[in-house]
């Protein structure tokens, strides 16, 4: 969760304190930008909106009556301005800029994968909000910040003004087109590119549209090349982690801000002298913690009104140079260690000794790890080029990459690939026949019991299960998310409905991620599946499974924690006879898994990958 001020301090602006004005519009003044950057995708009227929000919300934070609700309230406030604005966009058509004259600043995903250091399938999601509709863009600025930590499902609910049950279909809608949309990019970008794309989009004039999206997401599920677009897609929720606020620009407010505010200036002065309250602060942006220019801090609330009237905060420009960025958020929090060594709160003072010639020191050798080969140990593999190398090094006995051929990322001769059929859309003759024919042993669908992943209902993957069966391949269950043990879970009532139906489940697979980055993770994990396995007593297969907070603070383990979590877990399942086969999320250690991947190339594990490394 960002560093956002308490309710005390909501208390105390109300009351008409300016530092208290200042640290609330330090505090909020990213979660506002953030919402209406996305909302209106960079569109030239964010720095008005964001100013017209702020001031409302200053205008008229003396009437809110319960100061626990203020964040609630502020984002209710933004979505109403950024719909006011989509009317009035839709009444007054915009023209077109040159590119020469266009403000590259204004691209709020350029933006934000710049700002926010973002690659892999974090990049992907973030060009694909490009490519969403009107308003699912809007749920899309609240939901994001939902799945990072940053709001509350109750936030989004009252913003929309909708019921809790309506919200959740919208944003189910929501995330489907997202789904969609990344395909969509993932196909435009793709090396080779498609030839019959191509020719395709030969028309398109290369700006995102709802009627393009259609057309191309079309193609991919028609077509042989672009249909794996569709495989290995890491659930957004997944990749949100962390990556919430965007880091205000310097920019923030253009030249139009100026004049609007200068309205605002003489009204709060007018409200001013009706009560002979002025109050005078502190420059804002010494407060803020973000680099403005001194025409920006005139635009930037350089006036407005509080109390409801009761009290004028008028902000004066200083002179020098404008402050330090301290405040933008532009890295996935991480985990502070706790299981570190002790480190002395005081570094000791030396003794004072008589030199003494001090021998030469002798070269050690460096410390070699030998991989044990494990034919249980396998990792989840994505787009990675060293990919065959890590593979090898790491001793793994077997992997998998989501999908149901490994041409994009073939691995050693004597490492295992195992296909998967992904989703209900890859129930097709071609994706089966291709699994078919890279090994003996097929993993069922992806996380059917999640939205964004194959988000299947228990009865639809009965429907499609004797499709799979009929390849002759040993055939893993669908992977759960979640509830694996739980009576009347999804696993659960698939294994009852396969049973009755005389269906084939050899074992039983498995996904799990522990947010509690204690030694106890090891216990949970292994608790886990234990209880699994005493249910449908089958084979178990672990085929993802790490340590991750989808939706707190720290996102991610130290690299200490990893350590120790991976000991004892391979060394868990290692002797358990009933786990055959075991995972780790995943291979690579760059981009946006850097923080939890085993290699950063071929030959250069992290903490985390060398004790990968050593198990087995």
């Known amino acids: 969760m960002a560093e956002q001020p308490d309710i005390t301090v909501v208390i105390a602006a109300r009351a008409g304190d300016p530092v208290a004005v200042d640290r609330l519009v330090a505090g909020y003044l990213p979660l506002v930008y953030t919402i209406v950057g996305r909302a209106l995708e960079g569109h030239a009227d964010v720095d008005d909106v964001v100013q017209d929000v702020m001031l409302r919300v200053l205008r008229n934070l003396g009437d809110l009556r319960e100061p626990e609700a203020f964040r609630s309230w502020l984002v209710a406030i933004t979505v109403r301005q950024v719909r006011e604005r989509f009317r ?33 399938q974090r990049r992907e999601t973030a060009e694909a909000t490009r490519w969403l509709d009107e308003d699912n863009r809007e749920l899309l600025s609240l939901w994001w910040l939902e799945a990072s930590g940053e709001l509350t499902r109750d936030e989004i609910v009252e913003a929309t003004e909708v019921t809790r049950q309506h919200a959740a279909v919208r944003i189910q809608r929501m995330k489907g087109q997202l789904e969609t949309a990344r395909v969509v990019v993932r196909a435009l970008t793709a090396s080779p590119p498609c030839a019959e794309l191509q020719m395709i989009t030969v028309e398109w004039d290369g700006r995102p549209s709802p ?37 205000l620009p310097a920019g923030l407010f253009g030249k139009g801000a100026l004049a609007s505010l200068g309205a ?67 890295a996935p929090p991480r985990a502070t260690p706790t299981s ?20 030469k020191p002798t070269t050690k050798a460096p410390v070699v790890i030998t991989a044990k080969a494990s034919k249980k140990k396998g990792v989840g593999v994505w787009e990675f080029a060293p990919a065959k190398a890590a593979l090898d090094d790491v001793g793994a006995g077997w992997y998998y ?74 055939l893993g269950s669908p992977a759960v998310a979640f509830g694996g043990d739980t009576k009347g879970g999804w696993l659960d ?30 216990d949970q994990f292994l608790g886990y599946v234990d209880a699994v396995h ?13 340590l991750m907070n989808f939706s707190g603070t720290p996102k991610y383990p130290t690299q200490a924690q990893l350590v120790t979590f991976i ?17 780790w999320f995943g291979l690579p250690a760059v981009g946006d898994s850097v923080d939890f991947g085993l290699y950063k190339d071929g030959n250069s594990p992290t903490e985390a990958g060398k004790a990968y490394k050593a198990a087995g």
């Open 264 to 330: 605002a200036k003489a009204g709060a002065m007018a409200g001013a002298a009706k009560t002979g309250t002025a109050i005078s602060a502190k420059h804002v942006a010494a407060k803020v913690g973000f680099s403005l220019s001194r025409k920006v801090l005139t635009a930037a609330l350089s006036t407005t009104a509080v109390a409801g009237g009761a009290a004028a905060v008028v902000v004066t420009q200083q002179s020098g140079p404008p402050p330090v960025t301290t405040a933008a958020v532009v």
């Open 401 to 474: 990459n989501w999908s149901s051929t490994n041409r994009s990322m073939p691995g050693p001769a004597d490492v295992e690939f195992v296909p998967m059929i992904w989703g209900q859309k890859n129930v097709t003759d071609a994706t089966l026949a291709e699994a078919k024919k890279e090994g003996d042993v097929l993993l069922g669908f992806n996380e059917p019991d999640m939205g964004g992943q194959a988000d299947m209902t228990v009865e639809a993957a009965l429907d499609a299960w004797p499709r799979l069966q009929s390849t002759g391949q040993r």
């Open 211 to 247: 009627l393009w999206r259609k057309r191309i997401a079309r193609h991919t599920r028609e077509c042989r090349s672009c249909s794996p677009s569709w495989n290995g897609l890491v659930a957004a929720e997944r990749l949100l982690a962390g990556m919430a606020l965007v880091p």
């Open 88 to 120: 009035a966009r839709r009444g007054a058509p915009e023209p077109l800029l040159h590119e020469d004259v266009r403000d590259p600043g204004a691209d709020f995903t350029d933006l934000a994968i710049t700002r926010l250091e973002l690659s892999g």
């Open 493 to 522: 009532r698939f294994m009852t409905g396969a049973k009755q139906k005389g269906y084939r489940v050899d074992f039983i697979t498995l996904h799990w991620y522990g947010s509690d980055f204690s030694g106890a993770a090891v």
């Open 567 to 583: 000991d004892g877990s391979t060394k868990g399942m290692q002797k358990r006879s009933f786990v055959e086969r075991y995972a």
């Open 534 to 546: 005493k249910r449908y007593n089958k084979p178990i297969w672990v085929t993802e499974y790490g």
């Open 340 to 359: 570190a060594a002790p480190v002395p709160s005081k570094k000791p003072t030396p003794k004072p000794t008589t030199q003494k010639p001090k021998p």
